[in-house]
């Protein structure tokens, strides 16, 4: 399998504490991979060692087959963009200010903001419906609208990688889907590779050609949503008895959770 990311024996730490220990994961180039697990397990704490926005404690992360602390940060900056969790933008800031920020890292001292730069913008702001929008400040916005407008500064970068973690957060049932179809669009037209969080299993499912499982630190599982999304896998990951079927609009795996009230019913 190609990857766009490869690590081996990946320690990560927070103040000498290893939230990720020894991993090794593939992540296919070209493709959708969802990481998905609980809270606590790692997946946002992986996402920032892909991005090289943490310093591993031990291992190696390869980009493109090449070991990512070798490359000069503009190069990585050319390379991938980053939606953190709960992102924060300096007070005042218009929504195309921040569009703006993700072309500083294809611009240099002799070449300033350009008319590509102008149309990569426009073209992001326009994809998450953001247009009308440009103009206000950041803060003036609602949670939901905030989170497209850091998502069309992701796109507005035009890298052949996005990393984000959980582009869903505050948004409406309506406008999930809409991010989840856009970016499964770019992933389709234009071959970019997608790594993102997801909480939903159902819609990683949907939307993934590739799940890692992730439980305190380790991988669980990783492979196709066939492979991967068991009831084992939810039991073991999530703590959680569930029934695995077939989604009936897209046939691949669904989860339906199984609650204790349930279990305790039927047992009656």
Same mark, same amino acid.
């Given at each position: ?11 990560? +730490? ?29 997946? +946002? ?36 963009? $980053? ?30 903001? +350009? ?11 326009? $994809? ?100 991967? $999304? ?28 199984? +609650? ?9």
């Amino acid at each position: 399998m190609e990857t766009a990311f490869t690590t081996r024996k990946l320690t990560l +730490s927070y103040d000498r504490t290893a939230i990720i220990r020894e991993l090794n994961v593939d992540i296919p180039i070209h493709r959708i991979t969802a990481l998905v697990g609980a809270n606590g397990c790692g997946k +946002s704490t992986l996402l920032k060692g892909l991005a090289r926005l943490l310093k591993p404690q031990s291992g190696i992360v390869y980009l493109n087959g090449t070991a990512i602390a070798q490359l000069a940060t503009k190069e990585v900056a050319k390379q991938l963009g $980053m939606l953190p969790q709960s992102p924060i933008a300096p007070e005042g800031l218009t929504v195309r200010e921040l569009v703006a920020q993700g072309r500083y890292p294809h611009q240099s001292w002799f070449q300033q903001w +350009s008319k590509e730069d102008e149309q990569f913008m426009e073209q992001a702001l326009a $994809m998450t419906g953001m247009t009308e929008l440009g103009d206000r400040p950041l803060d003036s916005l609602s949670g939901g609208q905030r989170q497209r407008a850091w998502i069309a500064m992701a796109l507005a970068q035009n890298t052949p990688i996005l990393l984000l973690d959980e582009p869903t957060t505050f948004l409406d049932l309506a406008h999930q889907i809409e991010v989840l179809d856009l970016l499964y669009d770019l992933n389709q037209t234009r071959g970019q590779t997608i790594v993102m969080v997801l909480h939903d299993l159902n819609q990683a499912c949907r939307y993934a050609d590739y799940l890692v499982a992730m439980k305190q630190g380790h991988i669980y599982a990783q492979g196709s949503p066939v492979e991967v $999304m068991t009831g084992a896998m939810v039991r073991e990951v999530f703590g959680l008895e569930s029934r695995i079927v077939p989604d009936p609009v897209t046939g691949t795996p669904m989860c339906i959770p199984i +609650s204790q009230r349930t279990l305790v019913r039927d047992d009656l």
